[in-house]
């Protein structure tokens, strides 16, 4: 297949928290003759994915896929499963947005906040459903913007415990998570995982996936105003012929149908460990360097890793240097852009991958004087 619209000379390793880099046979899965999405070919398609995707998700449940990005399933998850309260547990800008997406979409919001860098934990969660009235909770599973990983599974458990919690629609967002650290739907009685294309599954933007139970969808389907593009009720009906109700991203979808051999291939608990590997290298490396990390060590982040510029380097020289050596990172996110870099470790990269940029770091620390 031809590939002449990419010069290897403008190749540029993303070590980013998405989107992450996509290996050249994913790229090329993409230009596959354009088909029809009604077409047999198109059916076939997605019925050969839905089942990898379930295996991917862990999940027996529905996986719907829509054209768009993560926040399009926010919306959807708040528009089609919260019925009238919610309660936003929040430690960073994604969780921060997610809120807006529920006060936008005229939900009752109540907002639990932790600090960025802390961890929200259980008994922080079951305090504030005391108040009552919740018949949603939303937290993120792993927030990006400071590279902290809730624990997910402990959540789950200590909101199902509470008076009326069995009833509670538990909604996650593991966009930066999904297939790079643990994640199981339906062991930790989860109703709804969401994510996007572009982080850990290693593939183009514009694709979004989430896991819906049985019990979400019963419920969808008595939530009014589920809005039109996202409705579950429309989705399910389609995805149980092998088909999305508007047309699909048929190209990324090729590229998802073959990204996800390679996944299943590698299995998922040996790519959580890889992604935890990664990580550990990251940290192991800050910490001999002088950088602190600026999230509590305890709940790093096995996909992104943000450390604080305790040595005060300028972050946009740094990438400057980086780039002539064909690869770059991420600064902090808002607040933090200038105090932290956020190296992303998911999706495809191996551990040497992250100690070829970490050794281009170092020269460029030799550069600017900085001794360890
Ligand atoms: C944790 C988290 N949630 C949601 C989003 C938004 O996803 P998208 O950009 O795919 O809409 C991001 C994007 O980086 C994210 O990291």
């Known amino acids: 297949m031809s590939n002449s619209v990419r010069k290897p000379e403008e190749h540029l390793k993303l070590f980013l928290p998405g989107p992450t880099e996509v290996r050249e046979e994913i790229l090329d899965a993409q230009g596959q003759w354009m088909i029809g999405h009604r077409m047999p070919e198109s059916i076939a ?16 449940h529905r ?8 926040t399009g399933m926010w919306e959807a998850a708040t528009r089609n499963c919260v019925a009238k309260r919610v309660l936003h547990c929040t430690n960073g800008s994604f969780g921060d ?39 949603a909770v939303a937290f993120v599973q792993n927030e990006t913007s400071v590279g902290i990983a809730n624990p997910a599974r402990e959540i789950a458990q200590a909101i199902r415990q509470t008076p009326g919690g069995a009833d509670i629609t538990i909604m996650v967002d593991s966009v930066s998570g999904m297939t790079g650290m643990e994640m199981e739907p ?8 969401l994510t996007s294309s572009q982080k850990a599954f290693a593939l183009p933007p514009g694709l979004a996936f989430a896991s819906v139970s049985e019990r979400a969808f019963e419920k969808a389907k008595t939530v009014p105003y589920r ?9 399910e009906k389609y995805l149980v012929k092998d088909q999305t109700p508007a047309t699909p991203a048929i190209s990324l979808l090729y590229a998802l149908d073959k990204q996800l051999d390679t996944i299943l291939d590698e299995g998922m608990e040996a790519r959580w460990a890889r992604h935890m590997a990664m990580r550990n290298c990251v940290i192991e490396w800050a910490n001999s360097r002088g950088f602190a990390l600026f999230a509590d060590e305890q709940y790093a982040s096995p996909t992104v890793t943000t450390i604080a510029n305790t040595h005060g380097i300028v972050i946009a020289d740094l990438n400057k240097f980086l780039r002539t050596r064909g690869m770059v990172l991420s600064n902090g996110y808002g607040k933090l852009k200038e105090k932290c870099f956020r190296i992303g470790h998911m999706g495809d990269w191996q551990v040497d991958d992250i100690k070829e940029l970490l050794a281009n770091v170092d020269d460029y620390l030799h550069l600017q004087g900085i001794s360890w």
């Open 186 to 193: 339906d062991r930790w009685d989860i109703d709804i995982v």
């Open 45 to 60: 398609l997605f019925g050969r994915i839905q089942p990898k995707l379930r295996q991917a998700f862990r999940t027996q």
């Open 97 to 135: 947005r997610w809120v807006q997406t529920a006060i936008a979409n005229g939900k009752e919001v109540e907002v639990l906040e932790a600090e960025w860098g802390q961890p929200i934990l259980p008994e922080m969660v079951v305090e504030r459903l005391a108040n009552g009235g919740f018949d």
């Open 227 to 235: 809005g039109y593009y996202f409705d579950y009720i429309t989705l």
């Open 63 to 70: 996986v719907y896929v829509t054209a768009s990005s993560g």
